[in-house]
């Protein structure tokens, strides 16, 4: 049993099944979900699902491009929760309690 | 050792995410998605990218989710959303037959091709005790040298969002002119 323990090192390969399980995760929040904000932490779920691939395969690789590429994304996520919450403040300023359906059309 | 990290680790993962999507309480969902947070910088430290790491923690647990509550708080929005009531009768079966699918089409793409990828780059330098910090300065080499370019536009995009966001938010006052 030990021995069996030993053996089974996590390889990449797990890494990136886990990625694979949490970005499905995230693609069923946003799918089912109505609240805008649970959506977005949804998105963010599914942006962690690709940096943690991007990571693994990094390390995988050795190719320090994975990690820099991540820290790129991560920019990129911290700017778009910023904008993506701008938005949902101003329209829940207008209409509160508003869930994505009442929003689907883009008029005010 | 390495299997008990991947273990716990992908355990918080995968029961935050899985908070995120079920539970009905958007503060709930949000104190879920910190545990997965802490799951994926767990993983980064076992994957070499301790920078990456820090930085997991510090922008997205740190700032990201404060800023999801404190824009939860100041809409009022914390309460219970009501789960049970499904809009349209199909969209939740057919929401997970699409979520399996992606996870079993990204697995099985993963498992057939595991054998062909091969170690391309200079590879990654694991710290050791007498060089506690060569992850960081491979990775700013990176930035810095290959990337430089990359990431000046990232002030730029940021200097955009922040300008964005703050015309966005604004109340539209009437001015003295329009008024009269």
């Not at chain 2, 647990?61 to 824009?71: D, M, Q, R, S, T």
């Not at chain 2, 060569?134 to 300008?163: C, H, K, M, P, W």
Request: proline share 3%; glycine share 8%.
């Amino acid at each position: 049993m030990s021995a069996l323990i030993a053996a089974a090192t996590p390889t990449t390969t797990w890494y990136l099944v886990l990625a694979a399980v949490l970005f499905g995760i995230g693609t069923v929040g946003v799918l089912v979900r109505r609240n805008p904000l649970v959506m977005f932490m949804c998105i963010e779920l599914m942006l962690n699902a690709v940096n943690l691939t991007f990571v693994a395969l990094a390390k995988r690789l050795g190719d320090i491009g994975g990690q820099t590429t991540v820290f790129f994304v991560m920019v990129v996520a911290a700017a778009e929760v910023v904008v993506g919450l701008g938005i949902i403040v101003s329209i829940m300023r207008k209409r509160p309690g508003a869930n994505v359906d009442d929003i689907s059309a883009l008029k005010g | 050792m390495e299997l008990v990290v991947f273990v716990l680790a992908a355990a918080m993962i995968l029961v935050g995410g899985l908070g995120v999507v079920l539970r009905s309480h958007p503060v709930h969902a949000a104190l879920s998605l910190i545990l997965t947070l802490f799951g994926v910088a767990v993983m980064f430290v076992s994957q070499q990218a301790h920078f990456l790491a820090a930085v997991q923690v510090i922008v997205y647990a740190g700032a990201i989710v404060v800023l999801f509550l404190f824009v939860i708080m100041l809409l009022g929005v914390d309460r219970t959303e009501d789960l049970k009531t499904e809009p349209f009768k199909v969209q939740r079966p057919l929401a997970v037959i699409v979520g399996l699918g992606v996870v079993g089409l990204v697995t099985a793409a993963v498992v057939t091709s595991r054998d062909v990828v091969a170690t391309r780059g200079a590879g990654i330098i694991e710290p050791a005790m007498t060089d506690p910090d060569s992850n960081i300065r491979q990775l700013s080499r990176s930035v810095f040298g290959d990337y430089v370019v990359a990431f000046e536009v990232t002030s730029v995009l940021l200097v955009v969002a922040v300008v964005g966001t703050v015309l966005l938010t604004r109340k539209v006052k009437p001015t003295s002119k329009e008024s009269q």
